[in-house]
């Protein structure tokens, strides 16, 4: 199992908004550390979508947005589009391991 | 543009040893900190090594011991040494640049090798 938890699935249906939680402990999120998220469309490669809680790197639309609170943070999208059918992993960092670089298990977006 | 292009994947057997390759461009490679992650099918992100620009080291439990993180700044590169490969270690790997300003993200991706260990 993974240290940081997402929700296995989520959906929505086209311009409808959904939220994507990530859920931590007091040794990554709860300990001050930031939340960055992935998505990772269909047979490609990871990409960086928001990075320190609330930051979105160029080129990504403000549609997507982050949020963090304790030990917890959400994955925000608003206007769903097909195109945003993809797997989202939230990644901290947890100062319990051996410097260890964590991920959520990822969520499955279906639109519907 | 930044580019990393993962290289070496293959068919081992169990117990058996694999070098996996990112060759980097786009930016300059001896700045930043480097990563492996790996996505085993159907299943989620691993991190599993990072090496700093000073070549510093670390490893999560499933491979300490076993595989051995390098880079050669001179040649751009980023290395996986793999050995006594397991079934379970059967994934795609990824290699990962670090963010310059020590928030433990990753910004760019290559496009991943595929290991796959198998009798």
């Known amino acids: 199992q993974s240290v940081l938890t997402q929700p296995p699935s989520v959906s929505g249906a086209p311009g409808q908004r959904v939220t994507i939680s990530c859920t931590g402990s007091?040794?990554?999120?709860?300990?001050?550390?930031?939340v960055h998220w992935y998505r990772q469309l269909p047979g490609t490669a990871p990409k960086l979508l928001i990075y320190?809680?609330?930051n979105r790197p160029s080129g990504v639309p403000d549609r997507f947005s982050g949020s963090k609170s304790g030990t917890s943070a959400s994955l925000a999208i608003t206007g769903l589009q097909a195109e945003d059918e993809a797997d989202y992993y939230c990644?901290?960092?947890?100062?319990?391991?051996?410097?260890?670089?964590?991920f959520g298990g990822g969520t499955k977006l279906t639109v519907l | 543009e930044v580019q990393l292009v993962e290289s070496g994947g293959g068919l081992v057997q169990p117990g058996g040893s694999l070098r996996l390759s990112c060759a980097a461009s786009?930016?300059?490679?001896?700045?930043?900190?480097m990563n492996w992650v790996r996505q085993a099918p159907g299943k989620g992100l691993e991190w599993l090594s990072y090496?700093?620009?000073?070549?510093?080291?670390y490893y999560a439990d499933s491979v300490k011991g076993r595989f051995t993180i390098s880079r050669d700044d001179a040649k751009t590169s980023l290395y996986l040494q793999m050995n006594s490969l397991r079934v379970d270690d059967t994934a795609v790997y990824y290699c990962?640049?670090?963010?310059?300003?020590?928030?433990?993200?990753?910004?760019?991706w290559g496009q991943g090798t595929l290991v796959t260990v198998s009798s």
């Open positions: 990962a640049r670090g963010d310059s300003g020590g928030w433990y993200y990753f910004d760019y």
């Open positions: 786009g930016f300059t490679f001896s700045n930043y900190e």
């Open positions: 090496i700093s620009n000073s070549e510093t080291i």
């Open positions: 007091s040794s990554n999120i709860g300990a001050g550390y930031d």
């Open positions: 320190g809680n609330i």
């Open positions: 990644q901290s960092y947890d100062s319990s391991l051996s410097d260890s670089r964590v």
